[in-house]
């Protein structure tokens, strides 16, 4: 059964609302917007119905809150109002809702217009996770593709995106940088993650999987593939015109180098001047390596990472992603136990 919160500050208007979709749908009635975000906390609904006219917050406040959050933002919204006009109208649609369903209404019109809207959201999804598929199946493709040429840090794509995520789920957690996370389509930016080493593609096989230490002339070369790697899914995007699908992992490839102190590669870049992709697989990435066997060093301990990781925070790191990072530490020694083998 679905289940859809009807939020109105009148409980007139909600027992009507209730009483109409009671034994159809699983029906909240909720009197203001603080109680919608409250439960929200435990149930995502299928559907809102917002009430505009309302004291604390009115309906296109509560509006923007939801699409703002990262649970509810996905969830169709249907304005309740006593009143119609043009201008309502637009501003309510401009903000993405669905329809405008007039009070007092009647139980079978609201129904199936409420039908009619959860059919079409439906369709609409079950439409993009098929591109979505298609997307992360191209994308693990060519991840694959390039991870085969680099004989020296197998499964590094695999670990480094459920490093991300476990770092990700915590930012979430934590709302550490919600202003910017919350318009980010977490579904695009995990896989897209794999593609954050694309540009090794245009490194030589030999010094790609040179057993010893590089030469300075030989880690100059390595250092390309971040812009190497950035120019290629440019390419991809400028051809595809779908940034939404690969604006995370031009993000990745150019940007996982840069160090929050500005010591790091391609550009020299510093603090929140690194794009917050960068700053966040800056820690993944580097984490992996630690704990992983290299032809030039043998794997540190989960705590010996941990404790290099944070002694570089502020330096190398952004301190607000080691903060996270040291809160998710556990997992992360879970992660690693569980895709690298003992040596």
């Not at 109409?20 to 929200?40: H, N, T």
């Not at 199936?112 to 298609?134: F, G, L, M, N, W």
């Not at 590094?156 to 490093?163: L, V």
């Not at 603090?271 to 043998?298: F, H, N, T």
């Amino acid at each position: 059964m679905k289940t859809i919160f009807v939020i109105d500050d009148n409980e007139t208007n909600l027992l009507a609302a209730k009483t109409a979709l009671d034994g159809v749908y699983r029906a909240f009635a909720l009197q203001s917007p603080a109680k919608l975000f409250k439960l929200a906390e435990k149930i995502v609904p299928d559907l809102i119905l917002l009430d505009v006219d309302m004291p604390e917050m009115d309906g296109f406040e509560v509006m923007a809150a939801i699409r703002a959050d990262a649970r509810l933002r996905a969830v169709p919204v249907i304005f309740l109002t006593a009143k119609r006009d043009a201008a309502t109208e637009v501003r309510g649609f401009e903000m993405g809702a669905l329809d405008f369903i007039t009070k007092p209404f009647s139980q079978p019109i609201l129904i199936r217009r409420i039908e009619s809207h959860i059919e079409t959201d439906r369709i609409i999804k079950e439409s993009q996770r098929a591109v979505r598929d298609i997307h992360n199946a191209t994308i693990s493709v060519i991840a694959d593709m390039v991870e085969s040429r680099d004989k020296v840090t197998g499964g590094h794509i695999e670990r480094t995106q459920a490093y991300l995520e476990i770092l990700m789920t915590e930012l979430i957690r934590t709302q550490t940088y919600s202003n910017i996370i919350s318009g980010w389509d977490i579904n695009l930016l995990l896989p897209s993650a794999q593609l954050h080493d694309v540009g090794k593609i245009a490194i030589s096989d030999i010094i790609l999987n040179k057993p010893g230490k590089l030469t300075e002339e030989e880690f100059g070369l390595i250092k390309t593939h971040c812009t190497e790697g950035e120019h290629i899914i440019n390419r991809i995007v400028s051809k595809a015109k779908d940034d939404g699908f690969l604006r995370h992992a031009g993000m990745f490839a150019g940007y996982h180098h840069e160090r929050w102190d500005g010591t790091g590669y391609p550009r020299g870049l510093a603090g929140e001047a690194i794009p917050l992709e960068g700053r966040i697989m800056a820690v993944a990435d580097v984490y992996d390596a630690l704990v992983s066997e290299r032809p030039y060093k043998k794997p540190f301990t989960h705590e010996q990472a941990v404790e290099i990781i944070t002694k570089e925070s502020g330096s190398h790191f952004d301190p607000k992603i080691v903060e996270a990072f040291l809160n998710a530490a556990g997992r992360f020694a879970q992660e690693a136990a569980n895709h690298i083998p003992p040596v």
